[in-house]
């Protein structure tokens, strides 16, 4: 069992049995992970999980492997052999979740389909990650993270306002599909908890991204028309100065972005303040955000050639303390080498076994001050033994034969 | 007691007392609401939250509003009377959940910070969503979403690689936050089930974006360099085919999505056959990624002369149902005339009180079948007299005294 021994530490004893791979599924069983929930990991014999081997030409596990699947056990069975099979029901049985994100119709042709699990276990909570919807014209299609940014309505919404549709930088087909199963198992297992009811729960990427575009829609609902590219201004309107402002430097991130609401007048007049330009402030030109929207290229410029004079985070420093809404452009390395992250615990380092210390990003929210703390992803395999002992009282013979004949890794 | 009927109302019977405005804060109880919690938002009577006037001039209720509110109940306190300050104490001895994303320090300056509020009820799980953590440099600023992307290294990593960092379209510095506490309250919740212990749960936008940027973390630990924006590519790197491809028609969004995978190199001869180049199926010139790499636009042109004879939603067809990942580029607008949504429940059409009928995007995950019903977000103040009446067994005397005296709306 695992436990945390922290705050997070809130579902002990819940067992997860998880056959998913690469990030939508995992993603969603690491927050179950972090929040103390037991999750077994059936992995290939044969190299696991392909995300171990993501973005690698071979070898160790890659730090995308590191990543998702933090805080997790990982046993190895042979599902072309029908004893392996047999071992995955019966771990089905012992189990409260399982879940799966194979291609449309692959869990079915194993035999382990929700109508065959959900027989041999009725109170199990049964779960399914697909690209697209059961009914959907393109149910049997594959999907992968940019697939479900392009149908769910992301990418139309990304990009310069004159140029094509961009993926964004974040995996939000994927982990952000990941988020809303995690809501819902969580859900389920509360009721379950009471009642002892089971259920079939099923989230397809398409549907997911539209949830996450809803400003978007709104946008859509109040002008009826789509929901532009936005570049680097807002769903719902951009109102000057807005947006991102160049900064001293020449490297890619060089910039600040600064906001100023048109809910809050002391916005603009604070940001004159910082800028020099206090003669500006009343000044019926400027003042309002109609005003300053018929001039936007004077009232960006204006800014600009104050945040040129300074680096980023001077910049979010002194136009932040003002009281104005601001933000530097930060690039991964810059993040990862900030030490308050790791002060409080939004990164942790852990020691993988076989490749040392690690610093990653954990689980960002504090129960009781502090963030639950992160292990290592486990290597293939590493839990067979204490996984079918504890799940299924296996014992040292049955084991060994399991192994000799190819069952388990 | 809200009772959904359906699959999702797992929740039932649990009491959210919900101080948040315009969208991180909401779109987390929102989803506490569809899986069936009592979410009750404490509004002030003078408008309510801003969110309901979010980019309109007046009026009624924006869309903004009713696609972070369904499902919810509405109370208007005035907090500026000790009567309502102790109005809301009240409510929370009642309620199991609290969470608040006021600007840093104002919940405490009213008296409702978390010492206050558990010390009044031990087993409440408090919770606040604010910019930036507690122990940040920045913990004092203000955020909104976009800064919460500029600073959570989202916009880096967002854009053409030649270009300005950019924001995406959703608005995951809110919405993306918002999850991850959903995540983590119903955890607190599950829990507190067992045990009646109460937490204190806190977090911030800028660490919930490095969340979602995970696999631009992995790319850095893989490269030793910060992770690059990446146009239409993969952020773990862009293997051709890969990418948008225009399509027939000249609209924005006239492109398809195809992705042929590194993992399966049958994506690859899949596609010639598509594109009527089955002469060069096992072609060392292009038959390996690593071949293809060597020759991304001859490559990529090949599909784009393909693509271009066909509209996007005939290429996403063709090619899709030869096997290779693909997805066309759509907007909000196609999703929202694309019946099959609302067929499958992923889109459902309310009818609000005063605005009428209103499709909306609603909870994407279906248990066992279907996913929640959504039902409208409540007018201001609809619900004080049932739920003061029902927390805190008010009388129609006290409610009227209440009222007179401009404590509540």
Not at 48 to 56: H, I, L, S
Not at 152 to 179: A, I, Q, Y
Not at 298 to 319: G, S, Y
Not at 336 to 363: A, C, S, Y
Request: hydrophobic share 35%.
């Amino acid at each position: 069992m695992t436990t945390n021994g922290f705050g997070a530490n809130c579902l002990a004893g819940v067992r997860v049995l998880d056959m998913t791979q690469f990030e939508a599924g995992p993603s969603c069983t690491e927050t179950l992970a972090w929040l103390g929930v037991e999750v077994v990991k059936v992995e290939n014999p044969k190299g696991g999980d392909p995300g171990r081997a993501f973005g690698m030409k071979s070898g160790n596990d890659d730090p995308y492997f590191l990543n998702f699947n933090a805080n997790k056990k990982s046993i190895t069975v042979n599902l072309k052999d029908p004893r392996g099979l047999q071992l995955v029901k019966d771990l089905a049985v012992k189990a409260d979740v399982m879940i799966e994100n194979f291609a449309p119709g692959a869990i079915e042709r194993l035999g382990l389909g929700a109508e065959v699990i959900r027989a041999l276990n009725p109170s199990i909570i049964y779960c399914q990650v697909k690209g697209f919807g059961e009914g959907s014209p393109y149910e049997k299609n594959l999907a992968f993270d940019m697939i479900a940014q392009a149908c769910g309505g992301v990418m139309s919404t990304t990009g310069e306002p004159d140029g094509r549709p961009l993926k964004p930088g974040p995996s939000l087909g994927d982990t952000g599909t990941g988020m809303l199963l995690s809501i819902s198992i969580l859900g389920a297992l509360y009721r379950r908890k009471g009642t002892g009811q089971g259920d079939h729960l099923q989230i397809a990427m398409q549907d997911a991204m539209m949830h996450y575009l809803r400003i978007g829609f709104s946008h859509q609902a109040r002008t009826g028309t789509p929901a532009p590219r936005v570049g680097d201004g807002g769903a719902s309107g951009t109102n000057p100065p807005m947006g991102i402002f160049p900064t001293k430097g020449d490297g890619p991130n060089d910039y600040v972005y600064v906001f100023t609401s048109r809910a809050n007048p002391e916005h603009w007049r604070r940001l004159l303040g910082v800028i020099g330009r206090e003669d500006l402030i009343g000044d019926a030109r400027y003042d309002s955000p109609a005003a300053r929207a018929e001039r936007p290229a004077e009232v960006n410029d204006m800014v600009a050639a104050w945040t040129r004079r300074h680096t980023k985070h001077e910049a979010m420093e002194i136009i932040g303390a003002a009281g104005v809404p601001a933000g530097a452009v930060l690039d991964t390395m810059e993040l990862t080498n900030d030490p308050t992250f790791e002060q409080r615990g939004i990164m942790q380092t852990i020691d993988h076994p076989t490749l040392g210390p690690f610093k990653m990003v954990g689980w960002p929210v504090r129960f009781s001050g502090r963030p639950p703390p992160v292990k290592p992803a486990p290597l293939l395999g590493a839990n067979n033994n204490d996984v079918l002992t504890d799940w299924l009282g296996l014992g040292t013979d049955q084991l060994g034969g399991l192994r000799a004949d190819n069952i388990i890794g």
